[in-house]
Nanobody, 128 residues
Framework: QVQLVESGGGLVQAGGSLRLSCAAS????????MGWFRQAPGKEREFVAG???????TYHDSVKGRFAISRVNAKSTVFLQMNSLKPEDTAVYYC??????????????????????WGQGTQVTVSS
């Protein structure tokens, strides 16, 4: 079992930056693959970025080159650095996790059902 708590959201002007953090409680954080998702009003929750327990990573095409996902296992924390923010990045951002240890853990899951644990979300608002 793992609990996730996001922080770092806020209001920023277009072109600005924010760094989201997701702190995990529980054991063996390094054996959890982590993902960031977002949900804008009236839209489905969508994948933003993911980092597997084996070190593989991937991004949604709309954020490639602007966002970067990273993790510090010793601090049980995953980060999402967001640069060159656009108004269309406005959404509630969620941290998610699923357990994966051993072989076959390099692939990053991009679908909501692939993750077992979710944070409560943090609001990111980008003004034009």
């Amino acid at each position: 079992q793992v609990q996730l708590v996001e922080s770092g959201g806020g209001l920023v002007q277009a072109g600005g930056s924010l760094r989201l953090s997701c702190a995990a409680s529980g054991r063996a954080f390094s054996n959890y693959a982590m993902g960031w998702f977002r949900q804008a009003p009236g839209k489905e929750r969508e994948f933003v970025a993911g980092l597997s327990s084996a070190g593989g990573y991937t991004y949604h095409d709309s954020v490639k080159g602007r966002f970067a996902i990273s993790r510090v296992n010793a601090k049980s924390t995953v980060f999402l650095q967001m640069n060159s923010l656009k108004p269309e990045d406005t959404a509630v951002y969620y941290c998610a996790a699923h357990y994966c240890a051993g072989y076959g853990c390099s692939e990053v899951r991009r679908l909501v059902p692939g993750y077992n644990y979710w944070g409560q979300g943090t609001q990111v608002t980008v003004s034009s």
